[in-house]
């Protein structure tokens, strides 16, 4: 009796499956196409967000996570306070800090020009700082050069980007100048890569001397502090008694880099939302499959029957619409996984973000396709395999 | 030996009310026979074909084909019967769309685990055994209803089995191509293979050799 057993070779079983779907182009398509939308829209929010976290881990690394700023809390009257004179000495004392900044918040206003009236300063402020902060912060000089010991005692400033941007200063070609309460500064450079610092990014930094022979004594009103990684947690435990002995509470002292961690955090929940998503349209998408593939079965009677008179078990049939559906679910996950990849390159070109799709989501993506595809192909699967042959070539008639 | 053997045959369909579709048959057919089963419609000559070529068990009584009892064997060992012994013409061709002529054919012998290169060889020999050695790169859609037909043929043959089963093969023609269909069935039985014709046409069943008449479920 085993001369007389059916089988079907492996390759013709992908083979017959392949005949289904190619002779229903349109539908196939159509069907397939549920799921690459829902497989794009997965790979490219997880290949988004590992770009965006990408691009983040590297600004941290510039960074550092060794940044501690310190500023002042609120006033006994609410208004901000001030550091007190020597806190910029007092914390250079303490041993691991490797090097202290300080800046301080001039009160006047800063203007494009004298005609502009006093009360539209376009929320700038001028901050005068000392020489070494762009080195402190880890910033960097978008064009000229920052207020060095060289210039400290010099009328003339350098801009933070958004402040650059809304006193119309692009370039340096020519001499270009800003009016300060009776003052004409000259710029000389304008610093980028302050996004942690949103109040130097909106100010003109002058050199301390040369504020004080302006305007009189300034105070310091933030110190920036590059300190020895592992004693971060150390020295914020002691920062608010040594800058200020006396009112210790009135110390604020933050880490930047922790913005940048709650930025992640933020971005990460967003992500598993989008996920989320993504996986409801895959859903459909293979509720879909498997209805197409119930409507191919009942359509299908006949050819299910011609097949069983040519010899086919009912395993062979199962296996047909099976690999039908895997097929269909299959190739829909690899075009929208290219889709998806394509999706984040063009963003991450676009965003000036370095692109990195893990190859974890491409590779489960097209599982997870394939998955559906198995599960959605079960019940018509089964279904037309339980057609009793003498049934299915009655067919219609 | 007979090559079909029917002793006592019996099929019911569960009602309500049952139908009794088969009632007794008795029938031998003999290698290299050609035999057209002729009644009226509802007579129960298409079960019979399906209890003939092993589509369907009947509900008492014995089919044999070619020497394997069909109540004994299990519906994979069936299959594998099917497969191997036997071929099927239907009067809706039923050949793939979009395929050509000679994978059409070799879908015949895709269930044997033939390989795909030997598999074309012998569908091409098909082919030209049915008159079609000009058509075999045509799409099955592009061919006429009697070219599709010899296809259909074809692939019943294809893998030289003991018995061809041909469900009104020509109902679906006009009266020359019908006439073609049967010259070639005459041709292929007198290269040695056995052919059932079910038909309801008398005129067609009148140029077969031997004839057996149904009515009611019963020979006459």
Redesign the interface.
């Given at each position: 009796m085993t001369r007389l057993r059916s089988r079907l070779r492996i390759g013709d079983a992908f083979g017959l499956a392949w005949l289904g779907l190619k002779a229903r182009p349109g539908r196939s398509v159509l069907t397939a196409l549920g799921i690459a939308i829902g497989i794009a829209a997965i790979v490219a929010v997880v290949g988004i967000s590992a770009s965006g976290r990408a691009d983040l881990l590297d600004q941290l690394d510039r960074l550092g996570t060794n940044l501690i700023r310190v500023g002042p809390g609120q006033g006994i009257l609410g208004g901000p306070a001030e550091l007190p004179e020597d806190a910029p000495s007092m914390a250079a004392r303490i041993g691991p800090v490797e090097n202290v900044s300080a800046a301080g918040l001039v009160d006047v206003t800063i203007r494009r020009t004298d005609l502009i009236p006093e009360l539209e300063t376009g929320g700038l402020s001028l901050v005068a700082v000392d020489p070494n902060l762009i080195e402190v912060l880890g910033a960097s000089m978008g064009m000229g050069r920052f207020v060095d010991s060289g210039l400290a005692e010099m009328p003339v400033v350098v801009l933070g980007e958004v402040a650059a941007e809304r006193l119309g200063i692009r370039n340096l070609e020519n001499e270009r100048l800003i009016y300060a309460d009776g003052w004409w500064l000259s710029v000389v450079g304008i610093a980028s890569d302050l996004d942690l610092h949103p109040d130097l990014e909106r100010s003109a930094m002058v050199g301390f001397p040369a504020a004080e022979a302006m305007f009189g004594e300034v105070h310091p009103t933030a110190l920036y502090l590059r300190v020895i990684p592992e004693a971060v947690d150390d020295i914020t435990e002691v920062l608010p008694s040594t800058v200020n002995p006396e009112n210790p509470d009135r110390v604020e002292i933050t880490r930047p880099a922790d913005a940048l961690a709650a930025r992640e955090a933020a971005d990460s929940a967003l992500t598993q939302l989008l996920i989320a998503l993504g996986s409801v349209a895959l859903l459909v998408g293979g509720v879909a499959i498997a209805n197409v593939m119930v409507m191919s079965v009942l359509e299908r009677r006949m050819e299910i029957g011609v097949r069983r008179a040519l010899g086919a078990t009912r395993r062979h049939v199962r296996s047909q619409f099976l690999l039908e559906s895997i097929m269909l679910a299959g190739s829909g996950g690899l075009v929208g996984a290219g889709l998806g990849a394509g999706i984040t390159l063009g963003y991450a070109t676009l965003r000036g973000l370095r692109l990195d799709v893990p190859v974890e989501a491409l590779g489960g993506a097209v599982a997870a396709a394939l998955g559906i595809g198995a599960i959605a192909g079960l019940y018509p699967a089964s279904r037309a395999s339980r057609i009793p042959p003498s049934e299915a070539v009655r067919g219609s008639r | 030996m007979p090559v079909l053997r029917l002793r006592q045959v019996h099929k019911t369909y569960p009602g309500p009310p049952p139908v009794e579709a088969i009632r007794g048959v008795d029938l031998d057919i003999d290698p290299g026979e050609m035999v057209a089963i002729v009644g009226p419609s509802g007579s129960g000559k298409?079960?019979l074909l399906?209890l003939m070529?092993g589509?369907?068990r009947p509900s008492s009584g014995l089919v044999e084909i070619n020497g394997?009892d069909v109540s004994r064997?299990s519906?994979?060992?069936l299959?594998?019967?099917?497969?191997?012994?036997?071929g099927?013409v239907?009067q809706?061709f039923?050949l793939?769309?979009?395929?050509t002529a000679l994978d059409n054919v070799a879908?015949?012998l895709?269930?044997?685990?033939v390989?795909?290169r030997d598999r074309r060889k012998l569908a091409a020999v098909a082919l030209e055994k049915v008159g079609l050695g000009d058509r075999m790169t045509h799409l099955s859609t592009r061919l006429s209803g009697g070219e599709r037909q010899r296809v259909g043929i074809a692939?019943a043959i294809v893998g030289d089995p003991a018995i061809v089963f041909a469900d009104e093969p020509t109902g679906n023609l006009d009266s020359v191509t019908s006439e073609e269909i049967v010259r070639l069935l005459l041709d292929l039985n007198a290269g040695g293979s056995t052919i059932v014709v079910i038909t309801h046409d008398l005129d067609l069943a009148s140029r077969f050799p031997r004839r057996v008449s149904m009515r009611d479920g019963n020979l006459l």
């Amino acid at each position: 009796m085993t001369r007389l057993r059916s089988r079907l070779r492996i390759g013709d079983a992908f083979g017959l499956a392949w005949l289904g779907l190619k002779a229903r182009p349109g539908r196939s398509v159509l069907t397939a196409l549920g799921i690459a939308i829902g497989i794009a829209a997965i790979v490219a929010v997880v290949g988004i967000s590992a770009s965006g976290r990408a691009d983040l881990l590297d600004q941290l690394d510039r960074l550092g996570t060794n940044l501690i700023r310190v500023g002042p809390g609120q006033g006994i009257l609410g208004g901000p306070a001030e550091l007190p004179e020597d806190a910029p000495s007092m914390a250079a004392r303490i041993g691991p800090v490797e090097n202290v900044s300080a800046a301080g918040l001039v009160d006047v206003t800063i203007r494009r020009t004298d005609l502009i009236p006093e009360l539209e300063t376009g929320g700038l402020s001028l901050v005068a700082v000392d020489p070494n902060l762009i080195e402190v912060l880890g910033a960097s000089m978008g064009m000229g050069r920052f207020v060095d010991s060289g210039l400290a005692e010099m009328p003339v400033v350098v801009l933070g980007e958004v402040a650059a941007e809304r006193l119309g200063i692009r370039n340096l070609e020519n001499e270009r100048l800003i009016y300060a309460d009776g003052w004409w500064l000259s710029v000389v450079g304008i610093a980028s890569d302050l996004d942690l610092h949103p109040d130097l990014e909106r100010s003109a930094m002058v050199g301390f001397p040369a504020a004080e022979a302006m305007f009189g004594e300034v105070h310091p009103t933030a110190l920036y502090l590059r300190v020895i990684p592992e004693a971060v947690d150390d020295i914020t435990e002691v920062l608010p008694s040594t800058v200020n002995p006396e009112n210790p509470d009135r110390v604020e002292i933050t880490r930047p880099a922790d913005a940048l961690a709650a930025r992640e955090a933020a971005d990460s929940a967003l992500t598993q939302l989008l996920i989320a998503l993504g996986s409801v349209a895959l859903l459909v998408g293979g509720v879909a499959i498997a209805n197409v593939m119930v409507m191919s079965v009942l359509e299908r009677r006949m050819e299910i029957g011609v097949r069983r008179a040519l010899g086919a078990t009912r395993r062979h049939v199962r296996s047909q619409f099976l690999l039908e559906s895997i097929m269909l679910a299959g190739s829909g996950g690899l075009v929208g996984a290219g889709l998806g990849a394509g999706i984040t390159l063009g963003y991450a070109t676009l965003r000036g973000l370095r692109l990195d799709v893990p190859v974890e989501a491409l590779g489960g993506a097209v599982a997870a396709a394939l998955g559906i595809g198995a599960i959605a192909g079960l019940y018509p699967a089964s279904r037309a395999s339980r057609i009793p042959p003498s049934e299915a070539v009655r067919g219609s008639r | 030996m007979p090559v079909l053997r029917l002793r006592q045959v019996h099929k019911t369909y569960p009602g309500p009310p049952p139908v009794e579709a088969i009632r007794g048959v008795d029938l031998d057919i003999d290698p290299g026979e050609m035999v057209a089963i002729v009644g009226p419609s509802g007579s129960g000559k298409t079960t019979l074909l399906h209890l003939m070529g092993g589509l369907d068990r009947p509900s008492s009584g014995l089919v044999e084909i070619n020497g394997v009892d069909v109540s004994r064997v299990s519906d994979r060992e069936l299959s594998g019967l099917r497969a191997a012994k036997l071929g099927f013409v239907f009067q809706e061709f039923f050949l793939l769309a979009g395929v050509t002529a000679l994978d059409n054919v070799a879908q015949g012998l895709v269930y044997r685990a033939v390989p795909p290169r030997d598999r074309r060889k012998l569908a091409a020999v098909a082919l030209e055994k049915v008159g079609l050695g000009d058509r075999m790169t045509h799409l099955s859609t592009r061919l006429s209803g009697g070219e599709r037909q010899r296809v259909g043929i074809a692939r019943a043959i294809v893998g030289d089995p003991a018995i061809v089963f041909a469900d009104e093969p020509t109902g679906n023609l006009d009266s020359v191509t019908s006439e073609e269909i049967v010259r070639l069935l005459l041709d292929l039985n007198a290269g040695g293979s056995t052919i059932v014709v079910i038909t309801h046409d008398l005129d067609l069943a009148s140029r077969f050799p031997r004839r057996v008449s149904m009515r009611d479920g019963n020979l006459l």
